[in-house]
């Protein structure tokens, strides 16, 4: 979470220091998608990705 508010963006799959960070995101989304993630889990995990929906890029020519 510090991450994404501090550079404003998500983790990229093209930086290497990035990469454990996003893959971390994707496995833990797909056990809360499989319904294995502890209650509690779920939660945080949902704060953490409403701030990662605030950070979406834009595309700058529309």
């Known amino acids: 979470m510090e ?3 501090n550079n404003h963006r ?3 799959r093209h930086r290497l ?3 454990d960070m996003l893959n ?3 496995a833990t989304r797909k056990k809360m998608n499989a319904g294995e ?3 509690e ?3 945080l ?3 953490l990705l409403e701030v990662g929906e605030k950070c979406k890029r834009v595309n700058q020519y529309k």
């Open 3 to 5: 991450f994404m508010e």
């Open 10 to 12: 998500n983790p990229s």
């Open 17 to 19: 220091e990035e990469h």
């Open 24 to 26: 971390w995101i994707k």
């Open 37 to 39: 993630l502890k209650e």
């Open 41 to 43: 889990r779920v939660v």
């Open 45 to 47: 995990f949902q704060k």
